[in-house]
């Protein structure tokens, strides 16, 4: 099993671009979630997925969009990048939101 | 604002047991208390979960007082590659676990 795989693992953005960064798990895990972790702190929680078609917004949801089409991928799309989204931003999943979480190897976002 | 409240750091040596102790004074009937470790430039990796009075797995023990108002991380004889941030949460099925900034332990050689 690959567990939770993420792409790219480095991007360069300028301001007001967009894109959409990708996790996808092999585990068939109904939970996933998106986070962002600035230096030095926890993780914030983004949006999150309890299943294929539902997505919730969890604590800093604004300048973020994201679906989940299918059980496997739950891609995260940043409309319009801003340098305060310069993070590291990991995606997880899990058979439950309060139960052990898988997470990815992260994916580093600088905007300039 | 996280429910949780951990040491910022702590040191320690080689082959010694470490523990941290993680304070929860809200914890409310349905929640459940999960350690995470965490390093440079990865994703957090669970540890331990517990409800009530101990958990032990291959790894880890965690001990939760009858209260449930604290709790406390057990690893026994660290190594330098124990070294990382450790993360407690507390939270039950029906909200958000809420992420503080963790302990930062560092194993001396």
């Known amino acids: 099993n690959a567990g939770v795989t993420q792409t790219p693992k480095f991007q360069v953005l300028k301001t007001g671009q967009s894109m959409t960064l990708q996790c996808a798990q092999d585990?068939?895990?109904?939970?996933m979630s998106w986070y962002r972790q600035d230096p030095g702190m926890g993780l914030r929680l983004i949006h999150y997925?309890?299943?294929?078609?539902?997505?919730d917004q969890g604590e800093v949801p604004n300048g973020y969009n994201v679906s989940r089409s299918t059980t496997e991928d739950f891609p995260l799309r940043l409309l319009s990048a801003a340098p305060s989204q310069t993070s590291v931003y990991f995606c997880?999943?899990?058979?439950?939101?309060?139960?052990?979480?898988?997470f990815g190897p992260g994916t580093r976002l600088t905007v300039t | 604002l996280a429910k949780t409240t951990q040491p910022v750091s702590m040191d320690s040596y080689e082959g010694q047991e470490v523990n941290i102790t993680c304070s929860h004074n809200?914890?409310?009937?349905?929640?459940?208390i999960t350690w995470y470790q965490q390093f440079p430039s990865q994703g957090p990796r669970f540890i331990i979960q517990?409800?009530?009075?101990?958990v032990t797995n291959e790894v880890a023990s965690l001990f939760i007082p009858a209260d449930r108002k604290s709790s406390t991380l057990s690893l026994p004889r660290v190594s330098l590659s124990d070294t990382a941030v450790y993360y407690c949460?507390?939270?039950?099925?029906?909200?958000?676990?809420?992420w503080g900034a963790g302990t930062k332990l560092i194993i001396k050689p």
């Open positions: 517990g409800y009530k009075t101990k």
């Open positions: 949460l507390v939270g039950e099925s029906n909200y958000q676990l809420i």
């Open positions: 997925s309890v299943g294929a078609g539902i997505t």
């Open positions: 809200n914890i409310a009937t349905n929640d459940y």
């Open positions: 997880a999943s899990g058979v439950g939101r309060i139960y052990e979480q898988y």
């Open positions: 585990m068939n895990h109904e939970y």
